[in-house]
Nanobody
Framework: VQLQASGGGLAQPGGSLRLSCKAS????????MAWLRQAPGKERERVAS???????IYADSVKGRFTISRDDAKNMVHLQMTTLKPEDTGVYYC??????????????WGQGTLVTVSS
């Protein structure tokens, strides 16, 4: 199983970006998906998560600005980011708990995509 993230880049303060992450491989079921970020000099933090039942949780710092969604038919998770702030800058990682046929549910990480918010 692999997670491939895309959509990072440079945005101005107040702008928007959309991150996407696609899981590929012998996937039986995706139980949980999330986006985490790591800013320079800081620990990795969870930004948003979504369960298999579409329950979502957001970090206080992004509530009302970011929206996480999932497309189970395509094994994808998206993060729509609006009203971006310089403090949103960091490397964004997608994460998923995936059940592969014949194996127990395991954790998988994408490679990270850089988001830079600057004027």
């Amino acid at each position: 199983v692999q997670l491939q993230a895309s959509g990072g880049g440079l945005a101005q303060p107040g702008g928007s970006l959309r991150l996407s992450c696609k899981a590929s491989g012998s996937i039986e079921r995706i139980d949980y998906m999330a986006w985490l970020r790591q800013a320079p000099g800081k620990e990795r933090e969870r930004v948003a998560s979504i369960s298999s039942g579409d329950s979502t949780i957001y970090a206080d710092s992004v509530k009302g600005r970011f929206t996480i969604s999932r497309d189970d038919a395509k094994n994808m998770v998206h993060l729509q980011m609006t009203t971006l702030k310089p403090e949103d800058t960091g490397v964004y990682y997608c994460y998923a708990m995936i059940k592969v046929a014949g194996r127990r549910t395991q954790d998988y990480w994408g490679q990270g995509t850089l988001v830079t918010v600057s004027s």
